[in-house]
């Protein structure tokens, strides 16, 4: 294994995609590394082509990030930081357009309804693209016109196109919740306010999740989600994934854990981290 390249933080997408945004905001002295999938972005850390992972894990309007949840407990690395982005809608075109030259905008799938009662205003029809940064490259090198395309104005400032109009989402709750992941871990950092991530199996016994979930609500410790998904296909065995907040080393977080290890047949501690105070407004 190389040593990891530093000041490198690879995502998934195209350089302007909301992944590249977070990544600048959460780390802004590193370089961009764009991959294609997240396999490509976990990769590149383990192999030591980057320092840094940046990865979506949930969003507030579609929920979790398909596939996310099943490759972190394999991928080796470690979460560093947690960074909420709020997503802002930007419609963009080629420079010297106006706003009703445009018919059509490419953008997407989960940008266009969050763009709807905009786009049915203005009379512009929507086409779905596989990125929105990658739609924003194409609208520069082909330069069509009549045609826009919703993306973050990151986009608009590396592809050269210009901005028409600014947030323009129906409603202004949107936001991704990103992790930064690393190889090593970090125990040391210490914040006001503590974050605990991990994933865990329940021992095949009567009410042994309720059971494991007791020690969490007896030592005052606050779980802020819990999700289940399947493991390898089986709808018999099953991972669950948890946050909570505190450090391994709080004793009321240390006594939960164990009274949880009793009722589980695997624990994987993914990271713990400050929490980024997003999350509380």
Do not use: W
């Not at 560093?80 to 997503?87: G, I, M, S, T, Y």
């Not at 609208?139 to 028409?164: F, M, Y």
Request: charged share 20%; with cysteine.
């Amino acid at each position: 294994m190389e040593q990891a390249r530093p000041g490198l933080i690879a995502f998934q997408g195209a350089l302007g995609s909301y992944s590249h945004e977070a990544a600048n905001l959460a780390r802004p002295g590193h370089e961009p590394l764009p991959c294609n999938t997240f396999e490509d972005v976990i990769e590149a850390v383990r192999e030591g082509r980057a320092e840094l992972a940046m990865l979506p894990i949930e969003n507030s309007t579609y929920g979790r990030v398909a596939d996310i949840h099943r490759l972190l407990p394999s991928s080796g690395l470690h979460i560093l930081d947690e960074h909420f982005l709020r997503v802002r809608i930007a419609l963009m075109s080629l420079p010297g357009a106006t706003l009703e030259d445009v018919k059509l905008v490419r953008a997407h799938l989960v940008l266009l309804p969050q763009s709807a009662r905009f786009l049915r205003s203005h009379g512009i029809t929507g086409v779905a693209a596989a990125d929105s940064a990658g739609a924003a490259a194409d609208l520069a090198r082909h330069r069509t016109p009549a045609e826009g395309v919703l993306a973050s104005e990151l986009a608009a400032q590396i592809h050269g196109l210009e901005v028409l109009a600014r947030d323009i989402e129906d409603y202004g709750h949107n936001t991704t919740r990103f992790l930064v992941m690393g190889r090593a871990p970090d125990l040391n950092r210490r914040a006001e306010r503590m974050m605990t991530t991990f994933v865990f199996e329940v021992r095949n016994i009567p009410a042994a999740l309720y059971k494991a979930m007791g020690g969490f609500a007896t030592n005052g410790v606050n779980m802020t989600k819990l999700e289940s998904y399947m493991l390898d296909g089986s709808f018999t065995a099953t991972q669950f994934y948890a946050d909570i907040e505190g450090h391994p080393e709080d004793a009321n977080v240390k006594l939960a854990l164990d009274e949880l290890r009793y009722f589980t047949s695997h624990l994987h501690l993914l990271g713990t981290y400050p929490a980024d105070l997003k999350r509380y407004d």
